[in-house]
């Protein structure tokens, strides 16, 4: 059985029954692209967004769909984090194998909270993704952008990231 390891107790994915089937269909294509160019190895996923309610809730179904695919899962839901809290308390002990559930060598940590994506951490995540919930402007430096307006209709989001300042979507 798939499970999801969140704050060091699993869950269970029988959720993923619930998911409407154009959000499972667009889960399913974004754990598809970033399964395909990170297949192995300790790998870091970041999800934010203006809104935390539904980037953590889109965290949470990702998470559940690459866990179906497979992979060991370890979910975080992280809040306003600082770049050193999230080092020293999240990146360095899942990349040490010491974060409970992230014990395999091949484990995905899927987190979500607040300054994930600014400058200073962007290179950290092996993928990123920003959710959209309203008529704000997408991160300029994601993956994948999803408009999560209609959360059971979510749609990908193309954004043409030229005409956007670089600090946009950065955090104070």
């Given at each position: 059985?798939?499970?999801?390891?969140?704050?060091g107790?699993?869950?269970?994915l029988?959720?993923?029954?619930?998911l409407?089937?154009?959000?499972?269909?667009?889960?399913?294509?974004?754990?598809e692209e970033?399964?395909?160019?990170?297949?192995?190895?300790?790998?870091?996923?970041?999800?934010?967004?203006?809104?935390?309610?539904?980037?953590?809730?889109?965290a949470?179904?990702?998470?559940?769909?690459?866990a179906?695919?497979?992979?060991?899962?370890?979910?975080?839901?992280?809040?306003?984090?600082d770049?050193?809290?999230?080092r020293?308390?999240?990146?360095?002990?899942f990349?040490?194998?010491?974060l409970?559930g992230?014990?395999?060598?091949?484990?995905?940590?899927?987190?979500?909270?607040?300054?994930?994506l600014?400058?200073?951490?962007?290179?950290?995540w092996?993928?990123?993704a920003?959710?959209?919930?309203?008529d704000?402007?997408?991160?300029?430096?994601v993956?994948?952008?999803?408009?999560?307006?209609?959360?059971?209709?979510?749609?990908?989001?193309?954004?043409?990231?030229?005409?956007?300042?670089p600090?946009?979507?950065?955090?104070?």
């Amino acid at each position: 059985m798939s499970e999801v390891r969140e704050q060091g107790e699993l869950r269970e994915l029988s959720q993923l029954g619930e998911l409407s089937e154009n959000r499972r269909s667009l889960l399913d294509w974004i754990a598809e692209e970033f399964l395909h160019n990170s297949w192995a190895g300790r790998r870091l996923v970041a999800v934010e967004g203006a809104s935390d309610e539904p980037a953590a809730r889109f965290a949470n179904d990702l998470a559940a769909v690459l866990a179906t695919r497979g992979q060991t899962v370890v979910r975080r839901s992280l809040g306003d984090v600082d770049e050193a809290t999230l080092r020293r308390e999240t990146i360095e002990p899942f990349r040490a194998g010491i974060l409970p559930g992230a014990e395999a060598a091949d484990a995905v940590l899927v987190v979500d909270g607040r300054r994930l994506l600014n400058d200073s951490v962007r290179g950290i995540w092996h993928f990123s993704a920003w959710t959209l919930a309203g008529d704000e402007l997408p991160h300029a430096g994601v993956n994948v952008i999803v408009d999560v307006t209609d959360e059971s209709a979510p749609k990908r989001y193309f954004y043409d990231l030229c005409k956007l300042p670089p600090s946009v979507g950065e955090r104070r």
